[in-house]
């Protein structure tokens, strides 16, 4: 179990800082990553630190007693919850039944139980009864609230803040919560780190416009700076590796470049999800390479020009992307390029030119995913008539949600199977990755060749 350094946040209500320092013993709290139960995912072996439930610990350390458990890792939730007084549980889609499950288990034992995450934050009446309390969105804006009424033992069922709270309050993540637990050697050495948060392009299949609107905001360059300097110390190296949590890092261009510039003078390695917006121009890509930078995650998600216009996704333009490509290698970038299959529009010339356009443009890491309506965005809302399966569990982007109006199922899940063997068959890698750096992106697509040899089409059902 571990308290906070001193001082590391200033909770301001001075009504809070009062009733916490009347407590007798310090309220303990358990903080859950869920696993999820997809079979659908390749084993690397590691996973990301969990920024989110980091951020939670290290507003609430300032007060109460942490204990994190991330299943993903091989901690297990004790059967017995004696010792805590409350359970506080992230979600997403993906793992919103063993959310619920652990949630129902602290019930029947008397805790207090709190959801948060996207899946709870989206469906907040169905997470009502797995819980005390849900917090929608971010936990910064309804902390105060939330931790005074903890104290007070007068919970509320919802917590919604009216407004974001600015990033410049948002304070340095402490991942000791995380590093604590035996398993922490397999989290994955880059750093979670988020400079902007918010995305105003507004794609009708992702939740993060439904959340934070068209809001766009980012923190000054001197905290985010300050941060990486500090774990630069920590490790005793220049050369840290980051990897940015943000919905698009590149929104706005102005910042975007002052921070590849800062990044680049102090030295560290990064990778981000980037939208193309701007990714066309030969100078970003430079600055990009210059930086650091040897990864980037971009949504393609179709070559169809329709499909693109029908999910909102203005900023790809397909005529673009090769000139996209080619910028970030010349700059030695390598790219996590993500395709999207399934729509209306989608046809069996919709998998011919992926594979083209990742064959001509010798793509690393090509990632396929059937679209999936996630509950609570508008695409949701427009398919739910059509949707086949409302088991969260398979809400994985690799279950056959509902049938494209030109193609059967059978036939889209065929397509599917196939486009991903003939990718990360031993001749195809050959020719997408010859003489690229011996890296874990080669490994990924070794793994990539034993996965996708093992689909059947009955796993996407
Ligand atoms: C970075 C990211 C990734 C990274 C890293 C993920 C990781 N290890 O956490 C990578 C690239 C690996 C990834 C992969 C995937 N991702 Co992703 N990802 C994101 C992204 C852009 C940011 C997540 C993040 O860390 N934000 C920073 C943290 C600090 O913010 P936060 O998560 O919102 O947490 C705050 C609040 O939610 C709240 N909170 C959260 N939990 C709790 C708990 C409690 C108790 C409380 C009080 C508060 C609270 O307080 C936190 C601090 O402010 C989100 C979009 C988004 N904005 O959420 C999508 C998102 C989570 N991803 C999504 C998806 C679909 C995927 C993939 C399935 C994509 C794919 N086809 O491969 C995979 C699945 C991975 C997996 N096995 O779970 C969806 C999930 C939709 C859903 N309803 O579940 C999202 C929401 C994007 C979208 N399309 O809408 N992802
Ligand atoms: S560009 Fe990415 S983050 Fe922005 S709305 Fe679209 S899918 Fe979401």
Known sequence: MLTAAPNTIDISSPSLAQLAARQQNRKKWLLVQPKSVTNMTVDSGRVSMPLNLVMVATLAGTIFDITLVDERIGDRVPDDLSEFDVVAITSRTLNASRAYGIGDKALAQKKIVVLGGVHPTMLHDEAEQHCTSVVYGEVEGIWNELASDLLRGTMKKIYRSDQLTPMTSMHRPDFRYALASKNAKHYAARIPILATKGCPV??????????????????GLDLVLDEMRYHQERLGKRAVTFSFMDDNISFKPHYFTELLGEMERIGVRWNANISMNFLHKPEVAEIAGRSGCDLMSIGFESLNPDILKSMNK?????????????????????????????????????????YDFIMQNRIEFPVFSLVTPFPGTPFFEEMKPRIRHFDWDKYDTFHYMYEPRKMSGEKLLGQFIKLQREIYKPGA??????????NWVWLANLKMNSFTRSLRLENFL
């Open 314 to 354: 203005g900023a790809n333009r397909i005529q673009n992307y090769s000139t996209v490509v080619g910028n970030l290698h010349k700059n030695g970038i390598a790219i996590q390029a993500y395709f999207m299959f399934g729509f209306d529009d989608d046809t069996e010339k919709s998998f011919q030119a992926a």
């Open 202 to 219: 507004g794609c009708s299949f992702c939740t993060t416009p439904v959340v934070y609107g068209k809001s766009y905001r980012h923190r």
């Open 429 to 438: 890698i050959m020719q997408r990755m010859k003489g690229k750096p011996l």
